[in-house]
């Protein structure tokens, strides 16, 4: 570059014409370019070459957001298929999964449903050995008892027991009472299976801030 050196810039030609030629500019034949000016003179010949570094930063530049827009695409269609297989894949364990013998039929034990309600029994309270008052009559059987309480019971969370013939506390739980058509009840589980039949047990419910409330079952 040395060996042309043109610092009056003589007989240069404009600098779009430079920067035509350093971008292969379409729009100009190779003959309209100064290219045996550009070999032949060194401040013509450095502007070439910048324009040509430029462009390749630009270049470079396009390149790399090409390569990451690409990478991009490819990772997203990647999840995109990964996801799509999970969603395939998930039903598919689900029915191979090994079927547990009796857990879609239902169990032998399970609880029958049986509604009590309270209201039409008064309870029996410790000091009041008066007429034998109506039991509870409940089957020999394994049973879910939803309990109706009786107006001035609350829904709250109350304290049940259940006392066997022996007088054994065989239940002790607490229960909450929700209130379900404007009466409070709950429901709780009491196994009478292979209880003798014509035996006397007792049902016992205290609220809070309530005394016990004893009912009195006979097992049919
Ligand atoms: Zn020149």
Known sequence: ?????????EG???????????????RYRSAELPIAHVVNCSPCFKQYLGFRRRLLVVKTAQVTAVCIAVLFALF???????DRNVQRVAPTVAQNA???PGA??????????IQVDLAEYSPVRGDEA??????????????????????GMEPAQYMVRVLDSTGKAVVEKSATARLADGVASFAIDLNFDGAMS????SLLIRGPGLSWRKYPIMVD
Request: charged fraction near 25%; include cysteine; aromatic fraction near 8%.
């Open 1 to 9: 570059m040395a060996a042309y050196p043109n610092p009056q810039r």
């Open 12 to 26: 240069c030609p404009d600098i779009s014409k430079l920067r035509a030629m350093a971008y292969r500019d379409r």
């Open 76 to 82: 997203g269609g990647f999840r995109f298929v990964q």
């Open 98 to 100: 090994p079927h547990r």
């Open 104 to 113: 879609a039929e239902p169990r032998k034990n399970s609880p029958v449903p």
């Open 130 to 151: 008066n007429s034998a008052p109506a039991k509870i009559h409940l089957p020999a059987k394994s049973l879910r008892i939803s309990f109706l309480l009786p107006v």
């Open 198 to 201: 014509g035996t006397e047990w």
